[in-house]
């Protein structure tokens, strides 16, 4: 039995509810720390109701697994795109590493301020579950980028390390140089004034170190920057992401 259009607009009226309150929640979270963030606070600034909240979200930390939860569906979006693009492995596996600049900072601060396990722990077994499967998408989409490259030969892993291995090198060196940037000694401070690039060098100099090729010195990867833009996230879905991640302070696309 087909639902009535009664049924189908209260159906997309409690879903952009549920969006406005994680846009709130992404406020606070961002503008004055996690520790400001209750169900209260998120009442007042998402001018709804504590009872209209708890319908939605029993608990805030209900409410921190679901922007993440939300932000993983993007992600896995996202990296599904340059599992399509027609690119060497290494070319794609930089595209994985900007899917993370195109979520910089909101977005990407809501993923990693919320993952902490006691975090989790405190949400539904449901929520729980949503978020551990969209994580394990997201690592064998780009554990399948390592093996291809090691079947084509660009890649000869060096004795003892696994292709998981070289997932989590890549992604702790993400996270790491990113994750300084609201750090309690900002990387900043220690001379580094922009994240990005210096996050996207030593990505280039860690797949350097364990030969992935082409290396640096045989390709042009400032030009395969430009093409992830112009093909995997063309500026109007950078522009789309950026308003969802900051509506109230527009960024232009990259």
């Known amino acids: ?10 159906t997309r009226e409690a879903g952009q509810r549920r969006d406005e309150i994680l846009t709130a929640a992404r406020k606070i979270l961002h503008g004055e720390g996690v520790g400001a963030f209750s169900i209260q606070r998120l009442s007042d600034v998402s ?3 504590r009872p209209t909240i708890y319908k939605y979200f029993p608990t805030k930390e209900e409410v921190l697994v679901a922007l993440a939860i939300d932000v993983m569906h993007l992600r896995c979006a996202l990296i599904k795109r340059v599992d399509a693009w027609g690119a060497r492995p290494r070319e794609r596996m930089l595209a994985v590493a900007e899917i993370n600049v195109v979520l910089f900072p909101h977005l990407y601060g809501s993923l990693f301020l919320v993952l902490a396990r006691n975090v989790q722990q405190a949400a539904s077994a449901e929520a729980q579950e949503r978020l551990k499967a969209l994580v394990a998408d997201f690592h064998l989409l780009r554990l399948a980028i390592v093996e291809e490259a090691v079947a084509d030969g660009d890649l000869v892993l060096p004795s003892g390390l696994s292709p998981t291995e070289v997932i989590h090198l890549f992604a702790t060196t993400i996270t790491g140089v990113l994750g300084l ?13 922009d994240a990005i690039a210096s996050m996207r060098r030593v990505v280039r100099t860690q797949l350097d170190a364990i030969a992935w090729r082409p290396l640096s010195k045989e390709w ?6 430009k093409r992830i833009y112009e093909e995997v996230f063309p500026p109007e879905l950078v522009w789309e992401i950026r308003k969802k991640g900051e509506p109230d302070i527009l960024q232009p696309a990259l």
Do not use: N, W
Request: a negative charge.
């Open 220 to 225: 042009d990867y400032e030009g395969s920057v």
């Open 47 to 49: 001018e709804f109701s």
């Open 1 to 10: 039995m087909s639902e009535t259009p009664a049924t189908l607009r209260r």
């Open 181 to 193: 940037v609201d750090y309690a000694l900002p990387i900043q401070d220690l001379g580094v004034d």
